[in-house]
């Protein structure tokens, strides 16, 4: 059964529209994280949420935000999408921040701007 | 700031040779460390992961990896490689003391010859 689900897998957007990408878990895990993969690349963290503090890593561009209105769900927007924001989106989740927990992801949601 | 190292971007291996890919981090305290393999346009999979303990850690679909601390170093080996096993492989550090964010090499290529 899968544990945490990204929808959609593809998402195709205009230049400049804003877009949302959604997670969800089934764990229960107190941390959601979002991260970027551009093609041929590591994954990037963008930022994450330890229940409801989020925490923002120093060079994520504003044009990045996230909500997460419960402990299940946690939304990327994308206010104003520029072409170098095509990339595939990670979605994972972590037990907790402390000792011995390792995070589980998503699928991911690959994200094409025209 | 803790950070991760592959040297090798490809490696081509022929099916049931033996497979090791090399892992370097930096990080000031004791790491978490793992390492997860991605097929394309597929999210990440958790191979194996090290904690403590026993530096030798198994994991799934029969690879092992060796924690070397003097060496600041991680490998991941498999002993006869299958032709499934053609991915992408990523080596991450976990900061327990920052909410457990990863932090990703560059990734290795495995590509497998019949």
């Known amino acids: 059964d899968a544990m945490v689900i990204q929808n959609p897998r593809y998402q195709v957007t205009q230049f400049g529209k804003p877009v949302t990408l959604s997670c969800s878990q089934t764990l229960n895990h107190n941390v959601m994280y979002w991260y970027q993969q551009k093609s041929s690349q590591a994954p990037k963290l963008l930022f994450h949420y330890y229940d409801k503090d989020f925490n923002n890593e120093a060079d994520t561009p504003d044009n990045f935000q996230s909500r997460r209105p419960n402990t299940s769900f946690c939304f990327l927007d994308i206010r104003s999408p520029g072409l170098g924001d095509a990339a595939m989106y990670l979605c994972?989740?972590?037990?907790?921040?402390?000792?011995?927990?390792?995070?589980?992801f998503g699928q991911g949601t690959r994200l094409t701007v025209v | 700031a803790q950070s991760v190292t592959q040297p090798d971007i490809h490696i081509t291996v022929s099916e049931g040779a033996s497979l090791e890919l090399r892992c370097n981090y930096s990080?000031?305290?004791?790491?978490?460390l793992f390492w997860y393999v991605q097929s394309p346009g597929q999210g990440l999979q958790l191979l194996l992961k090290?904690?403590?303990?026993?530096?030798l850690v198994q994991g799934i679909k029969g690879f092992e990896a060796e924690f070397k601390r003097s060496q600041s170093s991680f490998n991941l080996r498999k002993p006869s490689v299958h032709w499934s096993d053609a991915a992408e492989y990523f080596c991450?550090?976990?900061?327990?003391?920052?909410?457990?964010?990863?932090?990703f090499g560059g990734g290795t290529r495995v590509l497998v010859k019949p």
């Open positions: 090290y904690f403590s303990g026993d530096t």
């Open positions: 994972a989740t972590s037990r907790d921040q402390g000792l011995h927990t390792e995070a589980f």
């Open positions: 991450a550090v976990g900061a327990p003391a920052a909410g457990n964010k990863l932090t």
């Open positions: 990080y000031g305290a004791t790491p978490y």
